[in-house]
């Protein structure tokens, strides 16, 4: 019932984001806004599981094909396409979800979410993936760290491997999305308690699996 009335917002709908709505919608959620700007390319394919090649060919844009996508899965959940880049000019709309689910590419957009949710008091659920690894965290504002609890600044340009880089295996992202999917089921569920209590590190080519606490 809880799952039923809630609302998700999640940011990005590529490949955490496409897995993340997937499971969402598919538990349950009663209703789940998708903000994405870009258009289903081929490349995408590899690691963005609800699309196929004739969403690529219709030329769509990524949140109005996987709203169409999971209609046609659950169609009891509300299900809003918003073709868009959140910055601060549009952000104030994160202030009436239950949960805010993070499924961008770069800091300088989880940064604004992340200053966003903390004003708002609103929950959200970090999550990064690049190579073979990844990083996901809950974050209950006034109760939990934050993102600039572990990061204060912006990574300096060209610091850190990007996917662009360093490429980026389908089945960490796998992983990665399915993670923060169920951090956002804690949350909207009720179960605050069963959050992971930190950053939690995962390796799949490494199988590394850690959790790091944040002050």
Known sequence: ???????????????????????????????????????????????????????????????????????????????????????????????DADCVLDGTDNFETRFVLNDACVKFGRPWVYGGCVGSYGMVLPVLPGETACLRCWLPDLPQPGSSPTCDTAGVLNTAVGIVATLQANEAIKILAGKRDALAPGLTIVDVWANSWQTMKIP
């Open 1 to 95: 019932r809880r799952l039923g009335a809630a609302r998700a917002t999640l940011i990005g709908c590529g490949a955490l984001g496409s897995t993340i709505a997937n499971l969402l919608v598919r538990a349950g959620v009663g209703r789940l806004r998708i903000v994405d700007r870009d258009f289903v390319e081929l490349d995408n394919l590899q690691r963005q599981v609800l699309f196929d090649e004739e969403d690529v060919k219709a030329a769509l844009p990524k949140a109005v094909a996987a709203a169409a996508k999971l209609r046609r899965v659950n169609s009891s959940v509300v299900v809003e396409p918003v073709v868009a880049d959140v910055t601060w000019a549009n952000v104030e709309a994160l202030s």
